[in-house]
């Protein structure tokens, strides 16, 4: 069961680079930028050592490490990577050196941001592979401590009210997260995923937190989904995103959106949606409706922002929710119902929180480029006809505003397609819905293209605008080549989950 | 084992020691006094690593004192009391290093901080409840000098308003028992012969015992509505006594309303427990929201502390095996890291910046003026507020997971309590350190007296154990959890086999 730890390994990479930087307070800022960029993109070599070795015709667990940790609570140290936790792997793998590249020239502290954003990188990474609750909060919780510091000492102006709210509604919701696996400890006597899913399966779990009576087996239900959907974050419990996506340095939010949202996407398809089928399935009427919700204001009122990173924030939030309508449209759908749908809808899902993770954070990159050039001013109306004046940045971010967008060729389309394949087999009227979310991301993406990119050079760019530079084609070009790799062949990424998938309608068939 | 007396008479003659070397060089007294802790420490430490996990108590030392009166000398120990023994060592040691700035009448303050440490290794120690109530008291008076002499804010106020509400508490306790022991037929004030004796008492009985001898404790371990006297006492105290008091000192409280109250009168307790869990509830989230619009920064931990000592009587009052081993998990965890934040505040902030006031000390910019106070703060803040990996996570973990075994809504509101405890840290953390950056025309910035190495060896001592513990809680939970198999423990605490 034991065998090389690369799970370890690429937790514990970054957290040694964190070491590293902080026991050397001499290093100057260049040593520290290419010392936190190397163990960044380690984890890059780690993860794919991992796919290596990772069997993609089996759904279950593999190169798990279990060692006994905490005997009284019956807590293991456990880990394990299955098709959904490679995916996030290799996406954080990919997006947190072209983070780090991204914030690149920010004079202040470079040291410091490289410790914090390793720490980040790690905690992240412990999320995606622990398999024991005791560890996943562990890792969960920790990597709020980075975020909170990145906003607050490297933001905007309104940073100190953005990072506290950003951890104090994340803490609120993981309170009750916390709250809701006490319980499910007292019913079970255990906190390891595994163990649960399988208690979950044969009904014992459901059954045991029944016999808490009353309104309690609900209030389980309801704390453990709160704590995630804060993350995600769900409809309505969005409010802290905006700020915080707008606020924090460019770097952070191309983090925020590309990884740390999926760390509540991935809990939901992790945790939630395995341990309570019944309630999910209770519950997703309703939850359908925020979803949507988050789906098509969302993309209102990205419509409504003149702040181009606020535009990009709720065009995040409809982005998520569409992978919460598949999960809510297969987890409502009954047992009779069509399993090409429920299947394509999860891979949809699926290959959508990877390749959202692609899009926004290259979006967010590139509107950290025209901050750059504008002395912070990032509004739709401070610039025009950005096209001629820098065409290959035109062109790249073209690129990724289609693939926002869902543009086929790109990778933004399959997983969009797949889940509004999938919900119309389910719920046809929940796609319909979803639709009018569309039409909007479309509108406002070809705003912010055409007020940005066309017309005459006005505002920011009436000046002299320079193109990319070296550093920042390195950041970006990696994101576009990727967008083009995934969207012509996306049976690469697909083919990572498929069996997975295929577990899952199977095991919805069963009554 | 037999080696733990002396944790008590090594204090005793380490303050004796420092009353005469202190009268003619401070230096000596200090290094005295660290020399004691650290051998104090050092013999827990001993103790625990031979120590057997048994139910029972383990008797080290057992003399006949008054025989007359069935009093004995009896000092006995089992998992809960080791578990405070190392936290009273350690405690005490950084205690000492944090006082080292200690310059007025060296001497005697290190003579009184030991004798305090005496007592309380003493009250951890004692099976003979006549003993306990005399190291309990032993343990008190240093207390009121400490702060009226070395005091700052309002000494004189409060170091009688704590004096006085510990003599009451103290009083309470005194009544209650003696009632229990002539009631008995004065069987001798041991805690099997008492509780064999209470065995027998009717349940109003019980009832009008446990009401006193708990509430006597509960005053000092902070229960609302009788914590009044601790914010403005932890205020007033110097540092090092802040330490004392919020680490080990409140932890006398608990303890004793653990050792004493709930075995001796279950059925007591049996009538007692939802006004206690009720009271403890309001005292986590009451104290919270008083923390979250403090002006001072002594306030905000003094009523973080309030908070914290909620969660450890809420598990207590949950009463079965994981809430009540949670519950001396966080007494250590506790212990360790308001021990912590206070030397924080009170040395390396206030005694360089002289003031405590949060508007004043967010236009200072603190992070850049002092880096190293920051970073250990915000480390202690996130211990405080229950961040996995320090060792207030598991210990609030098992207190959940006990609570709800007891009662889901009791469970419900303690999760409320963290959250209003994240949000206060989270604030002062905030305000204190991370104000906006100074402005150059605000003109050179203060210069502060760098950080000694006294300083940095507490903070790391503190945090590491709390790293320790916080990873490896098993450490503790080992010795704790089969001493709640005891005879007398097992009628009060349910579900004790895992």
Not at chain 1, 111 to 133: A, E, M
């Amino acid at each position: 069961m034991n065998g090389f730890p690369w799970l370890s390994l690429l937790i514990f990479a970054p957290w040694a680079g964190a070491l590293l930087l902080a026991l050397a307070p001499r290093l100057g800022a260049g040593a520290s930028r290419v010392l936190a960029l190397a163990f960044s993109a380690s984890t890059l070599a780690l993860g794919l050592g991992a796919l290596r070795g990772f069997d993609r015709s089996r759904p279950g667990f593999q190169l798990v490490e279990r060692h006994a940790w905490i005997a009284a609570l019956n807590i293991h140290y456990h880990l394990g990577l299955d098709g959904m936790s490679l995916l996030l792997v290799l996406l954080t793998a990919i997006v947190s050196p072209l983070a780090l590249l991204a914030s690149w020239r920010d004079p202040r502290a470079p040291r410091f941001y490289g410790i914090l954003f390793l720490l980040l990188q790690g905690s992240v990474l412990g999320v995606f592979l622990s398999l024991d609750f005791f560890p996943w909060f562990l890792f969960w919780e920790l990597s709020l401590v980075p975020v909170y510091f990145l906003i607050r000492l490297w933001g905007g102006a309104g940073a100190t009210r953005a990072a506290y709210q950003f951890v104090i509604y994340t803490i609120g919701g993981s309170a009750f997260l916390l709250l809701g696996f006490a319980a499910i400890f007292v019913a079970t006597g255990t906190l390891d995923f595994e163990e649960l899913a399988r208690l979950a399966v044969d009904g014992t779990l459901a059954s045991r937190l029944a016999l808490l009576g009353g309104v309690w087996p609900k209030v389980v239900f309801a704390g453990i989904f709160l704590g995630l959907a804060v993350k995600v974050p769900l409809y309505p419990f969005h409010t802290w995103q905006p700020a915080a996506y707008a606020e924090a340095p460019v770097g952070v939010s191309m983090y925020l959106t590309a990884v740390l949202a999926k760390m509540g996407l991935y809990g939901f398809f992790r945790l939630l949606w395995p341990f309570f089928p019944g309630p999910l399935h209770a519950a997703a009427g309703f939850l359908l409706w925020l979803a949507l919700a988050g789906a098509v204001l969302g993309a209102y009122a990205a419509l409504r922002q003149t702040d181009l990173k606020r535009m990009l924030a709720y065009s995040s939030l409809n982005h998520v929710s569409y992978c919460l309508l598949a999960l809510f449209a297969v987890a409502r759908g009954s047992a009779a119902f069509d399993q090409v749908s429920a299947a394509a809808a999860l891979s949809g899902a699926l290959l959508q929180i990877f390749n959202h993770g692609l899009s926004a954070a290259a979006l967010f990159f590139c509107v950290g480029v025209l901050e750059s050039r504008a002395d912070g001013r990032r509004g739709l109306d401070d610039f025009g006809g950005v096209r001629t004046a820098a065409p290959v940045f035109a062109g790249l971010c073209g690129i990724a505003l289609f693939s926002s967008l869902g543009l086929p060729g790109l990778n933004g389309f399959v997983g969009e397609f797949l889940i509004f394949r999938g919900v119309f087999g389910i719920v046809p009227w929940a796609a319909a819905v979803g639709c009018l979310g569309l039409l909007a991301t479309a509108l406002f993406l070809l705003t912010f293209w055409q007020r940005v990119f066309h017309g005459p050079r006005a505002g920011a760019a009436a000046g002299p605008f320079a193109d990319l530079g070296p550093r920042e084609l390195a950041t970006l070009i990696p994101l576009v080549a990727l967008m083009f790799a995934f969207g012509l062949l996306p049976q690469l990424l697909a083919g990572l989950v498929n069996p997975l998938v295929s577990r899952w309608t199977g095991g919805l068939a069963l009554p | 084992m037999s080696l733990l007396p002396w944790t008590i008479y090594l204090s005793l003659a380490g303050a004796l020691l420092c009353l005469v070397a202190g009268a003619r060089s401070a230096a000596a007294a200090r290094w005295i006094a660290l020399a004691t802790a650290a051998a104090g420490w050092g013999l827990t430490l001993t103790a625990a690593c031979h120590f057997v996990p048994l139910a029972h108590l383990q008797n080290v030392a057992d003399a006949a004192w008054i025989p007359r009166l069935g009093i004995r000398y009896h000092l006995a120990v089992d998992g809960i009391s080791l578990t405070l023994l190392v936290l009273t060592g350690l405690a005490a040691t950084a205690a000492v290093l944090f006082s080292w700035d200690i310059g007025e009448r060296t001497g005697e303050f290190f003579a009184f901080f030991l004798t305090l440490i005496a007592g309380v290794y003493g009250v951890f120690l004692s099976a003979d409840l006549f003993l306990f109530f005399v190291f309990y008291e032993i343990a008190i008076v240093p207390k009121y000098f400490l702060i009226a002499i070395w005091g700052s804010t309002n000494r004189e106020y409060g170091a009688m308003k704590l004096a006085l509400y510990s003599f009451a508490g103290s009083a309470l306790v005194l009544a209650g028992l003696l009632w229990a022991y002539v009631d008995g037929g004065g069987p001798g004030f041991g805690l099997n012969e008492l509780a064999a004796a209470a065995a027998h008492f009717s349940r109003p009985e019980q009832i009008g015992m446990f009401g006193l001898v708990f509430l006597g404790f509960a005053v000092l371990a902070g229960l609302f509505p009788f914590h009044t006297w601790a914010p403005g006492g932890h205020v007033a105290a110097p540092t090092g006594a802040s330490m004392l008091l919020a680490g080990v000192v409140m932890k006398l409280g608990a303890y004793g309303c653990l050792r004493l109250a709930l075995p001796l009168f279950p059925a007591g307790f049996d009538f007692w427990q939802p006004a206690i869990a009720w009271l403890a509830i309001t005292g986590i989230i009451y104290a919270g929201f008083v923390a979250l619009v403090q002006k001072d920064f002594k306030f905000v931990i003094g009523y973080s502390s309030v908070s914290h000592m909620g969660f450890i009587l809420l598990g207590l009052a949950a009463a079965n095996a994981r809430s009540v081993a949670g519950a001396v998990l966080q007494m250590f965890s506790h212990g360790v890291i308001a021990g912590l934040l206070f030397a924080v505040v009170g040395r390396m902030v206030y005694a360089r910046t002289h003031t405590r006031n949060l508007d004043e000390l967010r236009a200072l910019g603190l992070y850049q003026l002092m880096p190293f106070a920051a970073t250990v703060f915000v480390l202690a803040g996130l211990a405080s507020m229950g961040m996995p990996g320090f060792s207030g996570f598991p210990a609030e973990l098992s207190i959940l997971i006990g609570t709800w075994q007891t009662s889901p809504l009791w469970a419900l509101l303690a999760a409320v309590g963290i959250l209003v405890a994240a949000a206060f840290t989270l604030r002062v953390i905030q305000v204190a350190f991370f104000g906006p950056a100074r402005p150059a025309s605000a003109g050179p910035a203060p210069a502060l007296a760098p950080i000694t190495v006294a300083e940095v060896a507490g903070s790391f001592l503190l945090l590491g154990a709390s790293v320790v513990v916080g990873l490896k809680p098993d450490l503790f939970l080992n010795w704790i959890l089969p001493s709640l198999q005891s005879p007398l423990l097992r009628a009060v605490v349910k579900g004790g086999s895992p």
